[in-house]
């Protein structure tokens, strides 16, 4: 299976800063079928992007995503207070579907 | 809009069994898969399998292979998940989540709240 690694663990930020994760998959994800959850405590995933860079329904422009094969980025360009969560990639592209460890953005 | 349902937190013992539920609605139920993922605490999510409603088809990881099935009932369009054979590290949080583009597997557009699993002796 496709292990997915993301870093940093934790990310440690102001508000109105710019936040860049990565997403490292242990073999090539053909077709960018890579995406990004956000989750805060207690909630379920919130799906942002998918494709690696296509934001989801109703998703800020200020959320973004890009990259293939095996490296991806996840960038948040100006954070809100809200945007303080653990964010999630996935692949999708081969079986079984799996997710990265997360990386916890907070409030520095 | 899509809403999805699931049942209410469970204590099992280990060796039992546990039957989770997903009730749709907002959408046609058979034209989007179904996926189950589970959270341990601290942990990654965890993919576990997923149905395709229109036919009842279904696939599982090779992790849960032995010991989950997802089922649906069309008339009231829910999907059920049941884990045998429980064990301490099945303590999770247990979620239903629509895929994003139809009977296939790929992004999960729409999540349940999460059902709490807890085996305790």
């Known amino acids: 299976e496709i292990v997915l690694t993301q870093s940093p663990g934790t990310l440690s930020l102001s508000p109105g800063e710019r936040a860049t994760l990565s997403c490292r998959a242990s073999?090539?994800?053909?077709?960018?079928?890579l995406a990004w959850y956000q989750q805060k405590p207690g909630q379920a995933p919130r799906l942002l992007i998918y494709?690696?860079?296509s934001r989801a329904t109703g998703i800020p422009d200020r959320f973004s995503g890009r990259g293939s094969g095996t490296d991806f980025t996840f960038t948040i360009s100006r954070l809100e207070p809200e945007d303080f969560a653990v964010y999630y990639c996935?692949?999708?592209?081969?079986?079984?579907?799996?997710f990265g460890q997360g990386t916890k953005l907070e409030i520095k | 809009q899509v809403q999805l349902v699931q049942s209410g937190a469970e204590v099992k013992k280990p060796g039992a069994s546990v039957k989770v539920s997903c009730k749709a609605s907002?959408?046609?139920?058979?034209?989007?898969?179904m996926h189950w993922v589970r959270q341990a605490p601290g942990q990654r999510l965890e993919w576990m399998g997923w149905?395709?409603?229109?036919?009842?088809?279904?696939k599982y990881s090779q992790k849960f292979q032995d010991r989950v099935t997802i089922t649906r009932d069309t008339s009231a369009n829910i999907v059920y998940m049941e884990l045998s054979s429980l064990r301490f590290e099945d303590t999770a949080v247990y979620y239903c989540?629509?895929?994003?583009?139809?009977?296939?597997?790929?992004?999960?557009?729409?999540w349940g709240r999460g059902t709490l699993v807890t085996v305790s002796s």
């Open positions: 907002g959408y046609s139920f058979t034209r989007y898969a």
């Open positions: 494709g690696a860079s």
């Open positions: 989540a629509r895929d994003g583009v139809g009977a296939t597997i790929s992004r999960f557009d729409s």
């Open positions: 149905i395709n409603p229109g036919n009842g088809n279904t």
């Open positions: 073999q090539s994800v053909s077709s960018s079928f």
């Open positions: 996935q692949q999708y592209d081969t079986f079984p579907v799996t």
